[in-house]
């Protein structure tokens, strides 16, 4: 089956500590999008990335950083610099000429205390 | 102003009932519509985009947009218990790369 799968569904960190979010998908989409759910706001736009060996930053970038070495695989990194880190992130896929068809993971929620 | 405003409920409606949801939207430049449905926990579920005006129609699901009144809308007919869940809406204005802008979601609940 094609889809996007997210790593790990839960995670609990403490203050200080880099976490890593695993995407990896298998569509054969070309872009791949790392997006933050918070309650009663819209998705917002961490980074994206639109072929392998590169990215760019999206609305939210400053705390995250991301690599594209694999047209499947788009791991996020929440680095400690990330001020409010506890949210809900989800990978997201396309094909590049079709950005407004994006394909959705489940979702890493992730928990810093 | 927000880029794209939604209502966010929640909206409740016995089961059978047909069900209107709505985004209204400021960027005139908007030229991709899209529905996601988000279940609780879960990640959103494309269910439907639409180029420009007009309506589309897949199965119980309508969506429609009305590009001189800025405002789009999503029908649901004979409205099921599984169709609860926050419903989201997300515009564009290429085809090419953009970031899409989602509204705030719409959470429903279909009462049995």
């Known amino acids: 089956d094609g889809g996007i799968t997210q790593s790990p569904k839960y995670l609990f960190r403490k203050e200080g500590q880099n976490v890593t979010l695993s995407c990896e998908q298998n569509l054969n989409h070309d872009a791949m999008y790392w997006y933050r759910q918070d309650p009663g706001q819209g998705l917002r736009l961490i980074y994206y990335s639109q072929i392998v060996n590169d990215f760019q930053k999206g609305d939210i970038a400053e705390g995250y950083s991301v690599s594209r070495e694999k047209k499947e695989s788009f791991p996020l990194t929440v680095t400690s610099a990330q001020k409010n880190p506890t949210a809900f992130y989800l990978c997201?896929?396309?094909?590049?000429?079709?950005?407004?068809?994006?394909?959705f993971g489940p979702g890493t929620r992730l928990t810093v205390t | 102003q927000k880029e794209v405003e939604q209502d966010p409920g929640p909206l409740s409606v016995p089961e059978g009932a047909i069900v209107s949801l709505n985004c209204t939207y400021s960027?005139?430049?908007?030229?991709?519509f899209m529905w996601y449905r988000q279940y609780s926990r879960k990640g959103p579920e494309l269910l439907m985009y639409t180029y420009s005006s007009g309506n589309k129609e897949d199965g119980r699901f309508t969506a429609q947009v009305d590009k001189s009144s800025k405002y789009i809308s999503l029908f649901i007919r004979d409205s099921q218990p599984s169709d609860s869940a926050t419903y989201l809406c997300?515009?564009?204005?290429?085809?090419?790369?953009?970031?899409?802008?989602f509204g705030t979601g719409t959470r429903l609940l279909v009462s049995p």
């Open positions: 960027n005139s430049a908007f030229q991709y």
């Open positions: 997300a515009m564009s204005e290429r085809a090419g790369f953009q970031k899409l802008v």
């Open positions: 997201a896929s396309s094909f590049r000429d079709r950005t407004y068809e994006q394909y």
